[in-house]
């Protein structure tokens, strides 16, 4: 996501996920719930609408004595080592750690009718950011700006900022190979908010690759003077 999606953020209403989340079930109503679940597993998962595409897999998985849900979500941008190949999201049963439970509660129940215990989501990218956006401008038809695939990914990132996700675990969260990728979205890290710990999106993430952790500002800095001279050397 660009850098200029995320001024956009502060112009939404405060509480535009749960309007969208109650729209999108009155219109899904009776009809199958068409595309609740791909809306609900953006919401949940941050994912990446071209990863939707490819398919979201969803499966109970016992580990270490407890019951979790996990999403396998297939990785995107991979030219040049950019992206990871795949990358798994956790939420412990019972501690439900998420921002978007009632979304999550959707998947879960849509789950436990797959006879072979494993829900694969999948939705076209472009179809699906065009039924967001227009639930969006039929919600708030005054507003400039309007909720896209991404601003779910943008939200799961702020809700981890807040809530104290580490780099390194918000990077395999967000299938990145680096902890500097997550600079680009929103919000800062804040330990509470007026007093009340934010709730964490996910309890754990796992990934293909181990992630870069980010250099120091001046660390970085020093490099890039290096480098530059070297260049300038090379020049003549």
């Given at each position: ?9 502060k ?11 109650y ?23 941050g ?40 990358y ?7 501690d ?22 494993v ?7 472009e ?38 996700v580490?780099?390194a ?16 979205y ?45 260049a ?5």
């Open positions: 996501m660009g850098a200029s999606k995320k001024p956009q953020m112009y939404l209403d405060p509480k535009w996920a749960d309007q969208m989340f729209a999108a079930c009155r219109i899904n109503e009776g009809a199958g719930a068409a595309w609740l679940l791909p809306l609900a597993a953006l919401a949940t998962c994912a990446r609408p071209a990863a939707l595409e490819k398919g979201l897999e969803y499966r109970i998985e016992e580990e270490g004595g407890s019951t979790y849900l996990v999403a396998r979500v297939p990785g995107v941008k991979l030219k040049a080592n950019a992206g990871q190949p795949w798994c999201i956790k939420w412990k049963l019972g439900m750690q998420t921002h978007r439970p009632r979304e999550l509660m959707v998947i879960l129940r849509a789950l436990k009718k797959c006879p072979d215990g829900l694969n989501i999948q939705y076209d990218a179809a699906i950011s065009t039924r967001l956006r227009n639930l969006s401008k039929t919600i708030w038809p005054r507003k400039k700006y309007h909720v896209t695939a991404y601003t779910y990914r943008e939200e799961f990132a702020k809700a981890a900022k807040m809530s104290g580490e780099k675990e918000l990077a395999l969260a967000m299938g990145h190979v680096s902890e500097r990728s997550q600079r680009q929103h919000g800062k890290r804040k330990a509470s908010n007026y007093g009340k710990k934010p709730i964490r999106p996910f309890s754990t993430a796992v990934a293909a690759k181990p992630v870069k952790k980010e250099r120091p500002q001046m660390e970085r800095f020093k490099i890039m003077t290096m480098r530059k001279k070297a300038m050397r090379a020049q003549g």
